[in-house]
DNA sequence: TATAATTTGTGCGTATGTATA
DNA sequence: TTATACATACGCACAAATTAT
């Protein structure tokens, strides 16, 4: 699973295959992922590897952390994670009025503009929707 | 180059394969792409599916199309194209005061927030970039 | 000014494969 | 299984815009 010779480095791919996991539901909301000795086990690495990989997952809220239990996808997601194909752009802008009365979006918060490789556009209340590039 | 036994449709294919030479450089900003008719002669396609594969990069910005003229890259390109890596992810959210200050952003005008792989976040104007996935 | 060549815009019909009812 | 709908893809013809001769 993890290439050492593939020149990325191994916390990325570690945080890239557990993203992909995430994304793909193996551990729904709320769930526990396997824990940090479990994942040295299974993949080899060190600790501080491991670590650095879960500290990016962190960073961008694909899970949650906590001290003494374990690591977990966030319980009730308020944010929907849209996943782009290659081929997307993405975008941001003020919603129209129609917009703000179909998704009920509140003053002061932006859309997410998702345009497909297809070109077709696809816009999302920025304060319940991030997109995710796998 | 393209492949029509590789499930993914031949106008996609043309369209990603633009893209990225786009995004390479290979034609400098105001220089013409290939012609229709050149491109149907270089992969063997019909004009149908040469014209779907300019129409999605049309939508999503990434070229212009002049009647009787040709197809460009946008000259005076406004807009600032970031490269997302695989493992990045993208949200929005209006400025911060600071940021409004030090990227001088109109009112109204929300960011662009890419937090990639390694968990450090960047954030742009919106109305001055979009995020390109390859 | 006029003409021709090139290029994109539009509309038509046809065929094939795939998904859905 | 049949029927229907949709996406994909091809070919053709003509109109409109641009550029060069």
């Given amino acids: 699973?993890?290439?050492?010779?593939?020149?990325?480095?191994?916390?990325?791919?570690?945080?890239?295959?557990?993203?992909?996991?995430?994304?793909?539901?193996?551990?729904?909301?709320?769930?526990?992922?396997?824990?940090?000795?479990r994942l040295m086990q299974e993949t080899g690495l060190g600790r501080t590897t491991v670590r650095r990989a879960i500290a990016a997952l962190r960073a961008q809220g694909v899970?949650?952390?906590?001290?003494?239990?374990?690591?977990?996808?966030?319980?009730?997601?308020?944010v929907e994670r849209i996943v782009a194909e290659p081929g997307s752009v993405v975008t941001t802008r003020m919603p129209t009025p129609a917009e703000r009365a179909t998704f009920d979006v509140p003053d002061g918060v932006p859309m997410l503009v998702v345009i497909g490789p297809d070109g077709i556009a696809d816009a999302y209340p920025g304060d319940r929707a991030q997109v995710d590039i796998l």
């Fill in 63 to 78: 899970v949650e952390v906590q001290h003494g239990w374990g690591t977990r996808v966030p319980q009730a997601r308020e």
């Fill in 1 to 37: 699973m993890i290439d050492p010779a593939s020149g990325v480095p191994a916390w990325r791919q570690l945080a890239d295959d557990l993203r992909r996991r995430v994304a793909a539901g193996e551990w729904s909301p709320g769930a526990r992922l396997p824990s940090e000795s």
